[in-house]
Nanobody
């Protein structure tokens, strides 16, 4: 079964840091771009960041530029999202998904994970 699993979401104080992981089972991530998306209560899903299959290209939403960093370790079949200087507005369920293309258009993505909750609050 082809599956992506997110982990690392917790409650963190404003200004804190977290690293989310997106691990694959049943298939290798080498051939796919991976995107991170988030959805806050009452809001539409938002593209956060994506990384090309080689890791050579990355893209970020304006709201997270300079604070979040996406990376991948194809040997571990895992993609990471390092989140620094977290703000309450970063609170959301974070999802990862795979794409044969590149970009933050969620319609390109498949094999969505179940999500991991990130809560930024004092």
């Amino acid at each position: 079964q082809l599956q992506l699993v997110e982990s690392g979401g917790v409650l963190v104080q404003p200004g804190g840091s977290l690293r989310l992981s997106c691990s694959a089972s049943g298939f290798t991530l080498d051939y796919y771009a991976i995107g991170w998306f988030r959805q806050a209560p009452g809001k539409e899903r938002e593209g956060v960041s994506c990384i090309s299959n080689s890791g050579g290209y990355t893209n970020y939403a304006d709201s997270v530029k300079g604070r979040f960093t996406i990376s991948r370790d194809n040997a571990k079949n895992t993609v990471y999202l390092q989140m620094n200087s977290l703000k309450p507005e970063d609170t959301a369920v974070y999802y990862c998904a795979a794409s044969r293309g590149y970009g933050l258009d969620s319609r390109r993505y498949f094999n969505w994970g179940q999500g991991t909750q990130v809560t930024v609050s004092s």
